[in-house]
C-alpha cells in the first residue's frame, strides 16, 4: 500500500522541483500540501501551491493547506534565490482560489483521520507542525513521522555562518519539533548539498510536453543563474527534492540517530542545529539524521523519477 505523507513547504524553486517527484510517485499517496511561510510570503507560498498543483495536475489531486503569517518568525524571503515570485520569475500564471483552509487545520484533519499512518514532509519552516502542536499537544503520538529538510551537522549554514534556511526562518517552532516526542528524521545541508546539478541535469528532463518538464524548464534557468550569481556555484543543489529522494530510496544514504537541539537565540547562532557529540553524550538521541549519500547514484535516481 502507498506510504500516506503530507508536504508542508514554501514554494520555492526546489520545493517545486521535490513536489514534481512526489506527487507523480506510485509509492506515495500524497494526501495533503500545505504551504508555509518561508521562501517567500504566506500569500506568495499560497499562490505558488495552487500554481504548481493546477500546472502538474498530478493523477490524485491532494487537499491544499494555506499559510498565515508568523509574526515570530526570522523570516526573511531567499529572493535572491528563488527570484521575486518564489519561482524564477517565469511568468507562470498565477493561480489563486478561495475558500482554502489554513495548513493547520488541514494537518490536523489529516492526522486525526489517519492516526499512526501519516508520514510529514517538511520542506521549509517548521511554523505549522509547531502550531498542530500547540493546538492538540496529544497529537504527537499520533503522527507516524515529521522528516524535515534542514539544518547542519558540519557544514555550517547558508543563510548566516551557522544556520541553515528553513531553521533560521523559525527556530523556535523547530526547536519545540525537535522536543517533542514525534519520531523525526533529518536531511541536512551536509547531504543537500553535496548533490550539485550541472547543466546536464537541465538537459535530461523530460520535454515541454511532459507537465513535470514544462514547469522545471521554465522554473530551473534562474536557479541556475542565482547559483552562478549569488553563490559562484556553477551547479545547483535541489534541497528539498534530495528530501523527496530520501523518502524513495533510502537506500542511497546512509544515516545515524543523534541527540540534537536548535539554537533560538544565538546572536551569531539562531536557527542553528547543535548536536551533542560528546563521548559522554548526556542530550537524549532524538533524531535520525542523514549524514551521507551516494551521490552519482542519488543523480541518476532523481533523473530518473522526474522521467518516469
Ligand atoms: C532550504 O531553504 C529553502 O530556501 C529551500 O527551499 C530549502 O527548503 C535549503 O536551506
Ligand atoms: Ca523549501
Redesign the pocket.
Known amino acids: 500500500m502507498a506510504r500516506k505523507i503530507i508536504i508542508d ?2 514554494p ?4 517545486a522541483a521535490a513536489l514534481c517527484m512526489a506527487l507523480f510517485a506510485e509509492s506515495l499517496d500524497v494526501v495533503a500540501v500545505t504551504a508555509v511561510e ?2 517567500v510570503t504566506c500569500d506568495c507560498a499560497n499562490t505558488n501551491l495552487q500554481t504548481i498543483i493546477e500546472q502538474l495536475d498530478p493523477p490524485k489531486i491532494p487537499r491544499l493547506g494555506m499559510a498565515s503569517p508568523n509574526k515570530s518568525s526570522n523570516y526573511r524571503p ?1 529572493t535572491h ?2 527570484g521575486m515570485d518564489g519561482l524564477g520569475d517565469a511568468g507562470l500564471a498565477k493561480v489563486t482560489h478561495h475558500h482554502s483552509h489554513p495548513s493547520e487545520k488541514i494537518l490536523l484533519d489529516e492526522i486525526r483521520s489517519h492516526p499512526g499512518e501519516i508520514s510529514i514532509l517538511c ?2 519552516p517548521l511554523t505549522n507542525i509547531a502550531r498542530v502542536l500547540k493546538r492538540d499537544p496529544d497529537i504527537s503520538t499520533s503522527i507516524r513521522e515529521v522528516i524535515m ?2 539544518g547542519s551537522v558540519s557544514a555550517g549554514g ?2 548566516t555562518p551557522t544556520a ?3 531553521m533560521y526562518c523559525d527556530p523556535h517552532s523547530a526547536a519545540q519539533v525537535f522536543e517533542s516526542d514525534i519520531p523525526k528524521t533529518l536531511v541536512p ?1 551536509d547531504v ?1 548539498q553535496r548533490i550539485g546539478l550541472t547543466l546536464d541535469f537541465l538537459d535530461n528532463l523530460p520535454g515541454e510536453w511532459d507537465r513535470r518538464g514544462a514547469l522545471l524548464r521554465k522554473i530551473l534557468p534562474s536557479l541556475y543563474r542565482a547559483y552562478h550569481n549569488e553563490l559562484g556555484q556553477e551547479s545547483i ?1 535541489l ?2 527534492a534530495v528530501a523527496v529522494l530520501w523518502v524513495l530510496m533510502p537506500d542511497l544514504f546512509e544515516s545515524t540517530v543523534m541527540a540534537g537541539k536548535v539554537e533560538t537565540t544565538g546572536e551569531h547562532t539562531r536557527g542553528a542545529t547543535i548536536f551533542d557529540r560528546r563521548n559522554q553524550r548526556q542530550w537524549h538521541r532524538n533524531v535520525e539524521v542523514v549524514i551521507d549519500v551516494d551521490v552519482n547514484a542519488a543523480i541518476g535516481a532523481m533523473q530518473r523519477i522526474l522521467n518516469k
Open positions: 513547504c514554501d520555492g524553486i526546489d520545493d518561508g521562501n531567499a534565490i528563488h520542506l521549509g529538510m534542514g547558508n543563510i541553515e534556511f528553513n545541508l543537500t543543489n534541497h528539498d
